[in-house]
């Protein structure tokens, strides 16, 4: 069983920046890919960015070179730093998790998922 915690969201301007953080619970959190979010009001939840625990990472192609994911296994933790915010960038923010080395892209191959943060970039 794995718990998930996001945090950092909030309100920003066009062109800031914020880093959400997704705090896990369990030993093995480790081997797990975990996977970022968004999901906006009437649109279906996408991955933004995906890292497996290799470090291998996935990116959507409209925040490549914007976000970067990063995990830091002895803090059982994974960041999403966000820079140069977009107002279309505004969503609920998830992040999730599932077994195995594969990041995937659909939501409905993770199996563990947090409560959300809500970022709002305004323009």
């Known amino acids: 069983q794995v718990q998930l915690v996001e945090s950092g969201g909030g309100l920003v301007q066009a062109g800031g920046s914020l880093r959400l953080s997704c705090a896990a619970s369990g030993r093995t959190f480790s081997v797990y890919a975990v996977g970022w979010f968004q999901q906006a009001p009437g649109k279906e939840r996408e991955l933004v960015a995906g890292?497996?625990?290799?470090?291998?990472?996935y990116y959507l192609d409209s925040v490549k070179g914007r976000f970067t994911i990063s995990r830091d296994n002895a803090k059982n933790t994974v960041y999403l730093q966000m820079n140069s915010l977009k107002p279309e960038d505004t969503a609920v923010y998830y992040c999730?998790?599932?077994?195995?080395?594969?990041?995937?892209?659909?939501?409905?191959?993770?199996?563990?998922w947090g409560q959300g943060t809500q970022v709002t970039v305004s323009s």
């Open positions: 890292i497996n625990s290799f470090g291998s990472t």
């Open positions: 999730a998790s599932k077994q195995g080395l594969r990041i995937g892209v659909a939501a409905s191959g993770y199996d563990y």
